[in-house]
């Protein structure tokens, strides 16, 4: 749809309820025209100048009868309005955002006002839609919006921005130019068949692809990061019964989320908790201790906790010093359980209770092992265990991912993999010398169009339906 064949549409662009100040923005080829229709300031619309605000009175029109005369309409609050001409605007096309009273009614109205002056009521990431199909932000960017009004901690939104600003967009044309100037080769070349001299030779090929391959991977190795900064770093504390892993999950906390009981068995299902530390967000989950049962509640409750297992970015295994000698990770005994180096997800073994052993203080531990010493009554140990997760987080390229601002999604990963996939599959056929460069030039335009849905260069309608069904309205 051509820009001047759109509707202009009218949101709310702060979240609804009581505040200070309530956004309401109007956005598209009829905004200025609208707008003159429920303002009214001196100058207004005749010598608006872009990104400079204008104060006046914003005016509901009664019915259409009556929209253009005075006497059919009454002043719903003084605002501000904020002209944003197009293409200088964060949709491309001729926006006005009025600044009004906070609160549901006052902004309600304007809506209201607006729309019928000729304005259409903005669907869920309408404005974000329109500045993609605009050009002004890439696919991934507007996905990125998403993520920074989401973001649950500083890391989060930092990387959010970072990828909103074309980091990810970068790290995609790194992978996509090669392999576009390659594709722009081969067809040149198959325009002089006869000439045998103008074919591309095998080797640049097969060098270009493998470049595109370990790129491609490179990216899907950080997707684990991305996740962890939407969701979260998923923590789940196992061991058996009356081990402490209730105690130590509130003492994590530093509130009392969870029931302690001396009984056997008091946690049944899990329970979950999130917070903040150091920018970043843990998500711990206190589950059902691990043990023959015949209850066939407790039973389902174990089998919660080993869902929760596979599920986990970081377990931790609890040993009690009272009933349990300590066994290292590494010593012969100890069991796959406890072996961090070959256990995924990565298993970091706490002993609790260790105020009630003193032969725990003498133990030499390995440096850098994954052994950590508690006791959640009196509070040792815990600044360590602390260290320790985000140690183990920092291993999923947490850094890196804020660093380049690529935050890898479900979308991107599925492209990037099947991208990746076609690509492995291209190298084997050209060593193998099974396809002509017809063939290769085919494979590649198609590879390349898998990697341009990430970054949106390539789109159809039910992928944007996809990504901007999950934006708010307003945004």
């Known amino acids: 749809m051509a820009p001047q064949d759109q509707a202009t549409v009218v949101a709310q662009a702060t979240p609804p309820g009581e505040g200070g100040i309530a956004v309401v923005r109007l956005s598209g080829p009829r905004a200025l025209s609208i707008a003159a229709r429920v303002f009214r300031s001196r100058g207004f619309p005749d010598r608006v100048e872009s990104h400079r605000a204008m104060y006046g009175k914003l005016i509901r029109p009664l019915s259409p009868e009556t929209l253009n005369s005075p006497e059919g309409r009454d002043v719903i609050d003084h605002v501000l309005a904020l002209p944003l001409l197009g293409p200088r605007s964060y949709t491309g096309e001729d926006t006005v955002e009025f600044f009004c009273h906070g609160g ?108 595109a391959c370990r790129d491609t991977a490179s990216l899907l190795d950080m997707a684990p990061a991305g996740r962890l900064l939407r969701d979260g770093i998923q923590v789940v504390l196992t061991g058996p019964p009356n081990v402490g892993k209730s105690s130590l999950f509130n003492a994590l906390l530093e509130e009392p989320r969870a029931i302690v009981d001396e009984t056997p068995g008091t946690t049944r299902d899990v329970v979950s908790a999130r917070l903040v530390r150091g920018g970043r967000t843990f998500v711990l989950h206190d589950t059902a201790g691990l043990h023959a049962s015949a209850d066939p509640v407790e039973r389902k409750g174990m089998d919660r906790t080993r869902d929760m297992v596979n599920q986990a970015d970081i377990v931790l295994h609890l040993v009690s010093a009272e009933e349990h000698p300590p066994a290292h990770p590494a010593s012969p005994g100890a069991g796959p359980v406890l072996n961090s180096d070959d256990v995924s997800p ?45 140690g183990v987080a920092s291993g999923y390229r947490i850094a890196e991912a804020v660093s380049l601002g690529v935050v890898i999604n479900d979308r991107h990963r599925a492209k990037l993999s099947s991208s990746l996939t076609e690509l492995t599959e291209l190298v084997r056929l050209v060593e193998e010398g099974n396809v002509g460069q017809e063939i290769t030039a085919s494979m590649l335009a198609g590879i390349l169009a898998e990697l341009g849905e990430v970054s949106g260069r390539v789109f159809t309608e039910h992928v944007l339906a996809a990504v901007f069904g999950r934006f708010c309205v307003g945004k």
């Open 346 to 390: 990565p298993v970091v073994v706490v002993i609790t209770k260790c105020d009630l052993a003193e032969s725990l203080a003498e133990e030499e531990e390995s440096p850098g092992s994954r052994l950590v010493k508690t006791s959640s009554s009196s509070g040792a140990g815990l600044n360590e265990l602390w260290s320790v997760l985000e």
């Open 104 to 211: 549901r009614v006052v902004a309600s109205s304007v809506v209201a006002a607006c729309c019928a002056a000729g304005a259409v009521a903005a669907g869920p990431g309408e404005f974000t839609r329109r500045a993609f199909l605009n050009g002004k932000i890439s696919l991934d960017q507007a996905e990125a919006v998403a993520d920074l009004i989401h973001a649950g901690d500083e890391t989060a939104a930092r990387a959010a921005i970072a990828q909103l600003r074309g980091g990810f967009d970068r790290e995609l044309d790194r992978i996509e130019r090669p392999l576009l100037e390659l594709l722009s080769e081969i067809e040149g070349s198959l325009e002089f068949a006869a000439d045998e001299d103008m074919t591309v030779d095998e080797q640049r090929v097969v060098a270009v692809l493998r470049s």
